[in-house]
């Protein structure tokens, strides 16, 4: 398949090397333009995924540049961005993944609906699970749940993620995967926290299981459905976050309980 991958931060990058290394061909697009040409030049993104080659079936492309008619979208952008970099998705009747976690500020929308509303006439789905970036690139086995209304879509992004290392599960509770994925970040921040303060595992546990049936409460008055926040979308992508310092939220968590400032905290995970 040609893919385009939006977004060229460590997830992003995570994801362009993920399916070069399936066979695809990959256009990854960043938005500064001097960042791009270093990547492209380097084969490596120094800045957010050091340490790993991109195959040289990833093109690396900035502002102005073409994306072309790619089969498959990938927005891997943080979400504040996710409804800016929609405007480049082209194509009749697009299939496009939203891999990006979070909620739109301002709106609280959920980030395909954000994507929906730019393109409307995309068949639009979202990609979540215990997906740390770093991990992922250096082969470690992990799987994803992949959501979308239309079975056949989700097949088809399945067979594109698909790997000995990836596992992915598919699923039509979109708002379901989308919602564990947003909401476990406010957790994984609190589990940080609670370590920085000195407390314990029976604290940080405690914190979780109350945190997790707040999450599936929500996500039940908002339709989805409850399997989704038990399995790989929830549980396991809230354990990934929570406990791994491998995690930004967990890491700024951690900072914060330690008597580090917000920004100080930001600044440094």
């Excluded at 979308?148 to 000995?164: I, K, L, N, S």
């Amino acid at each position: 398949m040609n893919v385009a991958v939006l977004g060229a931060g460590s997830w992003g990058t995570a994801l362009a090397i993920l399916l070069a290394r399936n066979g695809h061909d990959v256009t990854l697009y960043g938005r500064d333009d001097e960042d791009m040409r270093s990547i492209g030049s380097l084969r490596e993104n120094i800045g957010y995924l050091p340490g790993f080659v991109l195959p040289q079936s990833v093109t690396c492309v900035s502002d102005g540049e073409s994306l072309g008619e790619p089969d498959l979208w990938i927005v891997a952008v943080p979400s504040p961005g996710v409804r800016l970099v929609s405007n480049l998705i082209n194509g009749e009747n697009p299939l496009v993944v939203v891999a990006s976690k979070g909620l739109e500020t301002g709106t609280s929308l959920t980030l395909h609906r954000v994507v929906g509303e730019v393109v409307p006439h995309a068949r639009i789905g979202a990609l979540s699970g215990p997906n740390l970036a770093v991990e992922i690139v250096r082969g470690i086995p992990t799987a994803a749940v992949c959501a979308f209304a239309d079975p056949a879509d989700a097949e088809r992004v399945r067979g594109a993620f698909m790997c000995r290392t990836f596992r992915v599960y598919v699923s039509d509770d979109i708002i379901g995967v989308e919602l564990a994925g947003a909401l476990k970040n406010d957790l994984s921040i609190a589990a940080g926290l609670s370590d920085g303060l000195g407390f314990g595992d029976n604290t940080k546990g405690a914190r979780l299981a109350r945190g997790l049936h707040e999450m599936a409460s929500l996500g039940l008055a908002m339709g989805a459905r409850i399997d989704t926040f038990l399995g790989v979308a929830g549980v396991g992508d809230l354990f990934a976050t929570a406990a791994s310092t491998l995690s930004r939220n967990y890491r700024v968590g951690r900072a914060l309980g330690s008597g580090a400032s917000l920004s100080q905290a930001i600044k440094h995970a």
